[in-house]
Structures are given as structure tokens and as C-alpha cells.
Nanobody, 123 residues
Framework: QVQVVESGGGLVQPGDSLRLSCVAS????????MGWFRQAPGKEREFVAT????????YYADSVKGRFTISRDNAKNTVFLQMNSLKPEDTAVYYC????????????????WGQGTQVTVSS
């Protein structure tokens, strides 16, 4: 069983930066792939970024490439999502998720989910 807890959301202005954190419990952290997803009001939850903990391999949604960076700290069982040049369309609840195995952008492949953290980008 894996538990994940996100933090770091907030209200920022367009062009600002924000860093989200996700702490995962469990002894087999290195076996996990961790992903970030987001869900805006009235829309489906969509893939943002993912990282495989053992190799550091990363994948991004086209909409965030070049602006967002996912990284990890294996010693602290923590994954980060650095979000730069934020836009109003980035406004959403951001969820951290975990799965055993390869990193993937497919939402249904993730077994463990956090409660989400709100990110609002508005002037």
C-alpha cells in the first residue's frame, strides 16, 4: 500500500512560478513511477508529467513542456513539480499519483492517488 500527499498549491498571477510537492509512503519507493495529473472544473482529469523513481526518466504533456519540470528526491520519498510561466489555463486541482512499474501518462494505470491541491492562476 502506498499513500501520497500533495502540498504547495495556491493563488498566483500569470507568469509566476509555483512548486508542488508529493510525499509517498512505503518501503519500495524506488519501484514506483509517480505522476502529476490535473483537473479543471467541468473537465476530465488529464496527465501533466511523470517520473520513474529508479531511473529518473520523465515524460510531459505537450501543454506543459518547457514550462513544468518534474523531479525527485529518493532520500525523502518526494516528487516535485516545478511550474514556471503559469497561465490561467493551468488553473486546476493537481493530483499526485503512484504506481509500481514504468512511468506512463495513462490515468487508469495509477493505483494510488492523493487528495489534490488547488492551483489558481489569475490576475
Amino acid at each position: 500500500q502506498v499513500q501520497v500527499v500533495e502540498s504547495g498549491g495556491g493563488l498566483v498571477q500569470p507568469g509566476d512560478s509555483l512548486r508542488l510537492s508529493c510525499v509517498a509512503s512505503g518501503r519500495t519507493f524506488s519501484s514506483l513511477a509517480m505522476g502529476w495529473f490535473r483537473q479543471a472544473p467541468g473537465k476530465e482529469r488529464e496527465f501533466v508529467a511523470t517520473i520513474r523513481m529508479s531511473t529518473g526518466n520523465t515524460y510531459y504533456a505537450d501543454s506543459v513542456k518547457g514550462r513544468f519540470t518534474i523531479s525527485r528526491d529518493n532520500a525523502k520519498n518526494t516528487v516535485f513539480l516545478q511550474m514556471n510561466s503559469l497561465k490561467p489555463e493551468d488553473t486546476a486541482v493537481y493530483y499526485c499519483a503512484a504506481r509500481y512499474g514504468l512511468a506512463t501518462g495513462i490515468r487508469n494505470e495509477y493505483d494510488y492517488w492523493g487528495q489534490g491541491t488547488q492551483v489558481t492562476v489569475s490576475s
